[in-house]
């Protein structure tokens, strides 16, 4: 967990700036041909996507393999610069995230997650997405939508806390979850599309790859596990019949495509093969209410039945009606008690009556407080705990009318943190994707029987782009998942 940065906020915030210093403008978009009404210019739009990079750098992480991150970034270099804004300064990250999905912001700031990269099967697969994200960022898409946008109510419908520090931790619900550069109306999403398999043919890529890409988003998507941010799905909108519209698409530039075949997949493969799968364990994981965090090495409760979300800057629960929320994060201060001073001596802060002494054998301070929201006076209970040399920070609140309802279960919450010393916690380790050649022509069940998985066969059936009851032919690479067991 790394400290919680308010990235929505801010890019909005940015955005709006933006809007109040540049006049209104309508120009011809030189990837669409059409007219379009701007309100950003390009270096606007590019400082918003640069101090936007920033923060999702910072809050959601990026994935620790500089061999893939350069591949990646490789792929998609190599198509903006045949795209009609090469001049953008493009970036293309891999976003430590297990979800599969891949978004863009203005400028030609784009990302995919890992959770994508262990689903696609080949570099011409990777590149209709990257081409498609792409297309987002030359048909200005982003900054048609900031250029409309008015700043959301985020939060818990408590509206958003005056103080800094409490800012943070108020979106808990939305960041991650539903970030503003990820909503694209179907109109956009079906241009995107068609500038996808432009760029795609432009590198010689097979656009025929593309189709697969949508099918196997519509299989992961029943199936999805929660991550720091969204799937891809459930924030581009998907119309009917999409992957037969793209062939379609392709079928009308034939001529064009003639040449476009390549796929490269053994390359492809090879730049996965031992990426993490699924949830990092590493990075804490809940059994039930209970969260674990191997790398720091505690343990804490959280009221059962909530919400539970587990980020990089922080690890919470939102209550059934999103009207409360507990959330922990580090304090980056020397004590539990200067962290707590200066918590309470933020403008607005006004606390209750402070305890010290310990939780589990571990230092701490804690107080109730109130603090004055834009639609009212939120209650709640903070507590700062020392443990391995860090002050770690809990903290519940909802609205003062309903704060008693949730008094007991935040105080519950704060009182079950405590050191984690099981070895098996301690140990565990995540999943992986191993490319196995298959050395005779086999069904995928005797494959998973004769090279075990971690994951069910409709899974590995998922992330092989095959059926369950597949024929894998001789001399076929073919992922597997493997570890991710609790050590014993």
């Known amino acids: 967990m790394n400290r919680s940065r308010d990235l929505v906020i801010r890019t909005q915030a940015a955005a709006v700036a933006a809007v109040m210093l540049t006049v209104v403008a309508c120009s011809t978009n030189p990837a669409t041909g059409k007219q379009q009404v701007s309100l950003i210019g390009e270096q606007q739009e590019i400082q918003i996507g640069r101090q936007s990079d920033q923060e999702i750098v910072q809050q959601m992480g990026l994935y620790p393999d500089e061999g893939l991150q350069r591949y990646v970034d490789t792929v998609g270099q190599r198509l903006a610069a045949e795209s009609e804004r090469p001049d953008l300064p493009w970036t293309f990250r891999v976003i430590d ?12 700031f784009i990302y995919v997650t890992r959770g994508l990269l262990t689903h696609l099967d080949n570099e011409a697969e990777l590149a209709s997405v990257l081409g498609h994200e792409i297309g987002h960022v030359t048909a200005r898409h982003g900054v048609e939508r900031l250029s409309k946008a008015q700043l959301a109510n985020i939060g818990l419908g408590l509206g958003m ?10 979106d808990l619900a939305n960041t991650g979850l539903s970030l503003l550069f990820l909503k694209y109306g179907r109109d956009d999403e079906r241009q995107a599309d068609d500038l996808g398999v432009r760029y795609m043919v432009r590198e010689n890529y097979d656009p025929y790859e593309m189709p697969g890409v949508f099918e196997t988003l519509e299989r992961v998507s029943q199936a999805q596990g929660q991550g720091r941010i969204p799937t891809w799905l459930s924030t581009h909108p998907a119309p009917d019949a999409r992957a037969e519209r793209i062939r379609a698409r ?14 490269a997949r053994a390359e492809y493969l090879g730049q996965v093969d031992g990426t993490v799968f699924g949830e990092n364990p590493r990075e804490g994981f809940f059994q039930g209410n209970t969260f674990y965090h191997p790398e720091l090495a505690f343990q804490v409760n959280f009221p059962p039945g909530w919400k539970y979300q587990n980020q990089r800057s922080a690890v919470g629960a939102i209550s059934p009606n999103q009207d409360a929320v507990v959330v922990m994060t580090l304090a980056r201060r ?16 006004r606390r209750g009556q402070p305890w010290q ?31 391995g040399g860090q002050v770690f920070q809990i903290l519940g609140y909802s609205s003062a009318q309903r704060w008693g309802r949730f008094d007991d279960l935040t105080a519950q919450a704060m009182s079950s943190f405590a050191r984690v010393d099981d070895r098996r916690i301690l140990n565990v380790q995540p999943r992986r994707i191993d490319i196995v050649r298959v050395p005779r022509t086999m069904t995928l069940r005797e494959f998973a029987r004769q090279y075990p998985s971690t994951v069910d066969l409709q899974t590995l059936a998922i992330i092989n782009q095959v059926q369950t009851d597949a024929s894998l032919a001789a001399g076929t690479d073919v992922k597997r998942v493997v570890g991710g067991d609790v050590a014993g």
């Open 161 to 170: 806390i005056l103080a800094p520090e409490l800012r943070n931790y108020g």
């Open 250 to 263: 392709v079928d009308e530039v034939a001529a064009e495509v003639a040449g476009a075949q390549r796929t």
């Open 334 to 349: 020397d004590s539990p008690s200067t962290a707590f001073q200066e918590f309470v001596s933020q403008q607005g802060i």
């Open 97 to 108: 995230d297990p979800t599969v999905n891949a978004f863009a912001l203005p400028g030609g």
């Open 357 to 387: 002494g310990q939780i589990n054998g571990m230092a701490a301070v804690s107080s109730e407080f109130q603090a004055q929201s834009q639609q009212g006076t939120v209650q709640g209970r903070v507590a700062f705990v020392e443990h």
